[in-house]
C-alpha cells in the first residue's frame, strides 16, 4: 500500500506529495531470521539485536553512532517535474521513532516541513517524492529525525541553461580498501559534476548491504547530497560473484552462471529500493518472476537524457545452455571454439522490454538536445588478463559482449540516437569505438576504473604485443586501434589504463572517470583521472591517452553513401522550430536509420544505402512526415 501525503507551502512554488512503500518492511528486532532458517546470517550486522554486536574485523566502521548522527546521507533526482530523494539512517534503537522529516528552505529563508515519511526498517530508509518541482532555482534541502540529527543538502537547479554539462563516472568500491576517499572526493568537489553516476558493485560486503551501502555512502556523502545521482546496483551489491538476472529466476548459488538471483527477493528488493528508488519512476514497472522489481528508466540532466539500463536483469545465464570452454561456466580458453556456436537465438541480453524501451526512448528529444545510455557494464571484452597478469583468458561471458546477437541489438538502437554509452565493472578504464557490422560504425563507450581496485585486476594486454590496424594517432599507448574480442565483436581501442603495480596503491590503475557534453558545439570529452591525482595540474594528470574528444554525430560510424536534401525551411516554420528533431526512414525495410536533433535547417540527413527513404520531422517527437520517396545525392 502506497501511503500519499500531499501539502501545499506558501513559501514554496510547489506541491509536495511522499510516499513510502510498506512492502518488505519487516522490523529490526523480529523474532527469527530476517531471511528465513536458509539465511540466518544475510544482513544480520543492522537486524535482530544489532546494537549488541561488536564491529566484525572487515566491517570497523560502528553502526551505532551518536545519535545525532543517525541521517547518514541522501540521494535525489528531479526530472520533468518530480523530485525523488531517498534518506539513508544508521540502524535505529528500538526506543527511537520511526519516522523521518523531509525540510526544505523557502525563498523566504524559512524552513518548512514538506513531508514525513516511515523508516523502512530493513535497509533503514526513507522515501520522498515531491510533484510539481520548479526547476529553475536551487532549494536548500535537509532529513531530520528526531530533535537532533539531520543531513543537510542542495537540490539543483536543472542546469538547462550550462553549454557543457559534466558527469562524473565511477564504479567497483573495494571493500577491502575502508574508510575514506579523501583524495577522489576533493577532485570531484574541484571538478564539481552537474551529475554522478555510480555504475555498480558500490560495495562488496555481499550479505550485509545495509552495512556496506553505509560505508560508501559516508565515503562520498561530500559530493552525494547536492547534485542528482544515479547509484545502480551490479552482482556484488545483491551479494553475488557474478549475475545472469534470467527474469529473476531462483540461482542454485551466488557464482550465478546458472542464471537467476541467489538471494530472497526481499533482500534483492531491499538493495534496489536503497539504491534506486530515488530514481525516476520506471518507464515499465512489471516486477519479474519472484516479485522483484524493475528500475530500468531514463533522466534529463541539463538537456542530456540518459537512458539508465539494467544488465544484468534478464540476461540469460551460460551453465547449460552452452558447452564449457575454459575452467568456468562464463569463460572461454579454447581458441578452435565456435563463435556462433555460442550465439543462440534464445538467448538473452537486455530482454524485450528494454529494447523496446531504448527504441522508444530513442524517438523523444522533450528538453533534450543530447542523448546517452547508462549501464552496468560494456559491449564489448576489452578484457585480456584477467585476475593477475598471468591468467589469459580468451573470452569472458560476464559482460554484454555475449551473446552477441543481443549486443549488437543494443548498440543498434543505442546507435540510433548518436548516443555514447557509460558504464563500469571492468575494473579498467577503457575508451572503444563499438564496430557492428564494420569496424567503427557503432557508438562511442567509455568503462570507467573501479574506484578502488583491490578485487581482480585486469589488463588489455594482446597477446601478440602489436597495435591493431588504425591505431590513434600520436597516443601514447602501444596498443590501440582495431581488434576482434574473444567472442569476436569489432572493437577500436582508443585508450586503456593498465594498472603497472597493483601492491602499490598508486599503481593499481584506480580512479574516476569525467564525461563533458559540449552542446553547442556538439562534443562529447572523455576524461579518466587517478584516484591519486591532482586535478588542479589539468590534463596531464589524466592517465595517458586522455582526455579523448569526439564528435557526437559520430557514434552513428556509418559510412554515407549519400545525402538527402537539406531539412525544407517551410516544414520548419510550420513547426515553430529551426532545430528540429528528424528521422530517417529505410521504406524497403521500414528501419529507422536515427532520430535526432540537428543542429540547424542546413542539415542533410546521411543515408547509407541506396533506394527511397522517408524524412519526418517535429519539435520533440517525429511526428510530421516532411517528404516520403526521397532519394540520396552526393
Request: charged fraction near 25%; charge should be negative; proline fraction near 8%.
Amino acid at each position: 500500500m502506497q501511503v500519499l501525503i500531499r501539502c501545499l507551502l506558501a513559501t514554496l512554488p510547489f506541491t509536495c506529495a511522499s510516499t513510502a512503500f510498506a512492502q518488505d518492511t519487516p522490523g529490526a528486532a523480529e523474532d527469527g531470521p530476517v531471511f528465513g532458517e536458509r539465511f540466518p546470517r544475510l544482513e544480520s550486522l543492522s537486524t535482530g539485536e544489532w546494537w549488541k554486536q561488536e564491529p566484525r574485523k572487515r566491517q570497523p566502521m560502528p553502526l551505532l553512532v551518536p545519535r545525532d548522527e543517525v541521517v547518514a546521507f541522501a540521494l535525489y533526482t528531479q526530472s520533468r517535474g518530480t523530485l525523488k530523494l531517498t534518506a539513508q539512517l544508521f540502524p535505529l534503537l528500538p526506543e527511537e521513532e520511526r519516522s523521518v522529516r523531509l525540510e526544505l528552505q523557502g525563498k523566504d529563508g524559512e524552513w518548512s516541513v514538506a513531508g514525513t515519511e516511515a523508516v523502512i526498517e530493513l535497509g533503514w530508509s526513507a522515501h520522498f517524492r515531491v510533484e510539481d518541482w520548479d526547476s529553475s532555482a536551487d532549494v536548500r534541502y535537509r532529513v531530520r529525525h528526531g530533535k537532533a540529527a539531520l543531513f543537510e543538502g542542495l537540490i539543483r537547479r536543472d542546469p538547462i541553461d550550462k553549454d557543457t554539462i559534466v558527469v562524473g563516472n565511477l564504479s567497483c568500491n573495494s571493500s577491502r580498501t575502508p574508510g575514506p576517499r579523501p583524495t577522489l572526493v576533493e577532485n570531484l568537489k574541484r571538478i564539481d559534476p552537474d551529475f554522478l553516476f555510480f555504475a555498480g558493485d558500490q560495495s562488496y560486503h555481499h550479505t550485509e548491504h545495509t552495512y556496506g551501502w553505509l560505508e560508501f555512502g559516508m565515503q562520498f556523502r561530500d559530493v552525494l547530497g547536492d547534485r542528482p545521482v544515479v547509484t545502480i546496483p551490479d552482482d556484488h551489491d545483491v551479494g553475488q560473484a557474478n549475475i545472469w538476472g534470467e527474469n529473476g529466476k531462483k540461482a542454485t548459488n551466488p557464482q550465478g552462471p546458472s542464471g537467476g538471483y541467489f538471494y530472497p527477493p526481499k533482500y534483492v528488493n531491499m538493495v534496489q529500493r536503497c539504491q534506486t528508488w530515488h530514481l525516476p519512476d520506471p518507464v515499465d514497472p512489471a516486477p519479474i518472476e519472484r516479485g522483484i522489481g524493475v528500475y530500468f528508466t531514463s533522466l534529463n540532466v541539463g538537456g542530456i537524457d540518459f537512458a539508465i539500463l539494467e544488465d544484468r536483469k534478464f540476461k540469460s545465464g551460460p551453465e547449460g545452455k552452452i558447452p564449457k570452454m575454459g575452467p568456468r561456466p562464463d569463460h572461454i580458453n579454447d581458441p578452435k571454439y565456435d563463435r556462433t556456436a555460442i550465439d543462440l537465438p534464445e538467448l538473452v541480453l537486455l530482454g524485450e522490454r528494454q529494447i523496446r524501451f531504448l527504441h522508444d526512448w530513442g524517438q523523444d528529444w522533450t528538453g533534450t538536445e543530447m542523448k546517452c545510455v547508462l549501464s552496468q557494464t560494456a559491449f564489448c571484452g576489452a578484457v585480456h588478463l584477467h585476475g593477475s597478469e598471468n591468467n589469459r583468458l580468451l573470452a569472458d561471458l560476464d559482460s554484454n559482449a555475449w551473446p552477441q546477437a543481443g549486443r549488437n541489438a543494443a548498440l543498434r538502437e543505442i546507435r540510433r540516437a548518436w548516443a555514447p554509452h557509460l558504464c563500469g565493472d571492468q575494473h579498467l578504464a577503457a575508451m572503444v569505438k563499438h564496430g557492428i557490422d564494420a569496424f567503427g560504425d557503432g557508438p562511442y563507450a567509455f568503462t570507467s576504473p573501479a574506484i578502488v581496485n583491490t578485487i581482480y585486476g585486469r589488463w588489455w594486454w594482446p597477446k601478440d604485443e602489436k597495435a591493431g590496424a588504425n591505431p590513434v594517432e600520436g597516443s601514447p599507448l602501444p596498443w590501440t586501434g582495431d581488434y576482434l574480442d574473444g567472442l569476436g565483436n569489432r572493437i577500436s581501442m582508443l585508450a586503456y589504463a593498465n594498472p603497472p603495480n597493483r601492491k602499490d596503491e598508486t599503481q593499481r590503475g584506480d580512479g574516476f572517470g569525467v564525461v563533458r557534453f559540449h552542446k553547442q558545439r556538439r562534443q562529447v570529452t572523455v576524461e579518466c583521472w587517478p584516484r591519486f591525482a591532482d586535478s588542479e595540474k589539468g590534463d596531464a594528470a589524466q592517465f595517458p591517452g586522455w582526455p579523448i574528444t569526439f564528435d557526437y554525430a559520430d557514434s552513428d560510424g556509418r559510412v554515407p553513401t549519400g545525402f538527402l536534401p537539406a531539412i525544407d525551411g517551410k516544414t520548419l516554420e510550420q513547426l515553430a522550430t529551426d532545430r528540429p528533431v528528424v528521422q530517417v526512414v529505410e521504406e524497403a525495410t521500414g528501419e529507422i536509420l536515427y532520430t535526432i536533433r540537428v543542429p540547424d535547417s542546413k542539415f542533410r540527413p546521411p543515408v547509407y544505402s541506396d533506394g527511397a527513404f522517408t524524412v519526418k520531422l517535429g519539435r520533440n517527437r517525429p511526428t510530421e512526415i516532411e517528404r516520403r520517396g526521397v532519394t540520396p545525392g552526393k
